[in-house]
């Protein structure tokens, strides 16, 4: 089951093509088998389906329900049924439920309060974050992967006049260049071979609201000039189309890339650059707010413990023990809040209903490097002012101590690498170990990997390439 969020106006087309604005993937759907008409009123109407449209629509005077069969290839006027919030529409064998957006009920969960802000930093972000809201100006975040600029985006979007209006989120590296053209202007009838009926584009279904753009870096310089049209007139031009349509929408737009750099050197357009950077926004990355990571565990705990055991009166609070907080806290967090949600996600199930321990973090911590040692230098010829007689054993202090001689033997085994590069190989063994278990546990998927490391879908690719492991293929 699954659920879409309306426009609020227009018509929308059921059916099973992929190309449907609400694709039903059942046997017994036309491909283009009814058009919802959001009114007001709003109506249902058949599309000369082949197994009919039925309605079954409930009074709100009446307990009692009637069925109402829209069309099979009956006429226009006959295929048309107004329809009111609860009521049901049969495609062929499939059902799609009619549900008004409900206001928050106080026992629902406050998206608010998933916002962790106690650093000093973090709260001047966001008292900046809430005065800018309130106007129309773009907004650029810009932050490492996994530092939460996609809850920031969320808390302006509330914040401003257009709360009432839709958030679109939209991924710049998760769509090829032709692909996400298409889904963000839209297109006519025969832009392109499969383009059977016009299609609205994403950021038409966003008018009135805010237009979130994640991984703005990875825009196609194609799709940078087109986006710059649109920000700069207002106006959005579909694939084949030829007349432009007005949009109002505001852009939030965030990267983990430095803007300046890639300006620099050719990657990403300055006047692009210009316009999406009317208030820039750095978050800083978690391990420079180590204050937060016990808030921000207890919530994780608490929200993966509730989905896990949501019969148990315990799934409210999850003891998350001093040892463990501390060794939270001593992590680094290369990739952020992202992974560190994906680890205490983790130690909810292994601790399988007790507190959270150490062992259940799974951390594997970086290993200790080797005390420095200290070198005397010895002339390669004896000094003349030095005593003829002068044994190897009194050239060096330590050498007079079997004790502290073996020691020496012990840090430094004969033929071993000097401390540094062994911390290197073991940190790269390390993380090429993760990479390898993250695709196999996501089936070579390489953007769900990345995100189960906390790193961006770019870096994993360069990552692979690096360690020479084979690029996965789609089955």
Not at 72 to 85: F, I, N, Q, T, Y
């Amino acid at each position: 089951m699954s659920t879409r969020q309306l426009p609020s106006s227009g018509s929308v087309v059921l059916g099973r093509d992929e190309d449907a604005d609400v694709c039903v993937p059942d046997s017994s759907v036309s491909r283009r088998h009814a058009v919802l008409h959001l009114g007001p009123p709003l109506r249902v109407e058949d599309l000369g389906s082949s197994n009919g449209t039925r309605v079954r629509t409930r009074h709100s005077n009446s307990a009692t329900e009637r069925l109402i069969d829209v069309g099979k290839g009956k006429p226009a006027s006959a295929g048309s049924v107004e329809l009111s919030p609860g009521d049901v529409i049969y495609l062929g064998a499939a059902r799609v439920v009619l549900r008004s957006r409900e206001p928050r009920k106080p026992g629902d969960r406050d998206p608010r309060k998933d916002v962790i802000v106690k650093d000093g930093a973090m709260r001047a972000v966001y008292e900046l974050a809430e005065r800018v809201a309130k106007g129309p100006i773009n907004i650029l975040l810009l932050g490492e992967t996994g530092v939460g600029k996609e809850v920031l985006a969320e808390a302006i979007h509330r914040a401003s006049p257009r709360a009432e209006r839709p958030l679109l989120r939209l991924s710049c590296v998760a769509l090829s260049e032709s692909l996400l053209e298409s889904e963000l202007f839209g297109h006519e009838r025969g832009a392109f071979t499969g383009a059977v009926r016009a299609k609205p584009g994403l950021l038409e279904t966003a008018e009135g609201g805010t237009v979130f753009l994640d991984e703005i870096g990875e825009l196609p310089p194609s799709i940078q000039a087109k986006l710059l049209r649109v920000i700069e007139e207002r106006k959005v031009l579909r694939v084949g189309g030829l007349t432009p349509t007005k949009i109002d929408v505001r852009f939030i737009s965030a990267t983990h890339r430095n803007l300046d750099a890639e300006v620099g050197r050719g990657a990403f357009r300055q006047d692009l650059y210009f316009r999406l950077n009317g208030v820039t926004l750095t978050i800083p990355p978690l391990r420079e707010r180590p204050g937060e990571v016990a808030a921000l565990a207890q919530l994780f705990a608490e929200r993966a413990a509730k989905e896990l055991f949501p019969s148990e009166a315990s799934a409210m609070t999850v003891p998350i023990s001093p040892e463990a907080l501390a060794g939270l806290q001593r992590h680094s967090w290369p990739g952020n809040i992202r992974e560190l949600r994906n680890v205490i996600e983790r130690a909810v199930i292994l601790a399988n209903g007790a507190p959270i321990r150490p062992e259940h973090l799974l951390l594997t911590p970086l290993p200790e490097p080797s005390p420095p040692l200290h070198v005397t230098p010895v002339p390669s010829h004896p000094s003349p002012s030095a005593p003829a007689a002068a044994s190897p054993a009194a050239a060096s202090p330590a050498a007079a101590s079997p004790a502290a001689a073996g020691a020496l033997a012990k840090s430094v085994p004969e033929g071993a690498d000097a401390s540094p590069t062994r911390l290197r190989d073991a940190m790269e063994a390390h993380e090429r170990e993760r990479i390898v278990k993250a695709l196999e546990q996501c089936m070579g998927n390489q953007t769900r990997a990345a995100a189960l490391l906390g790193i961006s879908r770019r870096t994993l690719v360069d990552r692979i390439r690096v360690y020479g492991l084979p690029r996965p293929r789609k089955a």
